[in-house]
């Protein structure tokens, strides 16, 4: 558990019970998590904030999820993203891991199985924010010709 310590979730659904009720489950298990019930709020708070991973519901009103995910991914890359969808199909599937999702769930989603992609999420951007870190710091040694 020690990997998911202070990760910072944002979870975006248009249905408001369904983001109370998983923001108190994964709250309970340690996570720092902000919900928002529209794609132009998780936009809003990414462009603000700085989050681990977002947790964002396929089928809203406004924006969509895939252009929510679109739009999070041009504002900050290194945010992993798992779509959620009560009406999953191939195609959508397919369509969220082009546009750079790490994962597709179903709803009701087993939140052991969220907890899992979360945490694995979660790696996956820490190993990618250390490996850019490295790449920056050696072009600045080169640039100085240390």
């Known amino acids: 558990m020690n990997s998911l310590l ?18 108190q489950r994964l709250e309970t298990r340690g996570l720092k998590v902000e919900a928002v019930s529209s794609g132009e709020a ?10 681990d991973v977002a947790i964002v519901d396929l089928a809203m009103p ?5 252009e929510t995910l ?5 504002e900050r890359p290194d945010v992993e993203v798992i779509m959620l969808t ?13 546009h750079g999702a790490s994962d597709f769930l179903e709803k009701p989603v087993d939140l ?10 979660k790696s996956d951007r820490m190993r990618s924010l250390k490996s ?14 240390w």
């Open 6 to 23: 202070a990760a910072k979730i944002l979870l975006v659904d248009d249905e408001e019970e369904f983001i109370d009720l998983m923001s």
């Open 42 to 51: 998780a936009v809003a708070a990414v462009a603000d904030h700085s989050f």
């Open 62 to 66: 406004g924006i969509d999820g895939i």
């Open 70 to 74: 679109k739009q999070i991914k041009n």
């Open 86 to 98: 009560g009406q999953a199909t191939v195609k959508s599937g397919i369509e969220a891991m082009k």
């Open 112 to 121: 052991n199985v969220l907890m899992e992609k979360i945490r694995a999420a």
């Open 132 to 145: 850019k870190s490295a790449e920056e710091l050696k072009n600045i040694l080169k640039s100085k010709s």
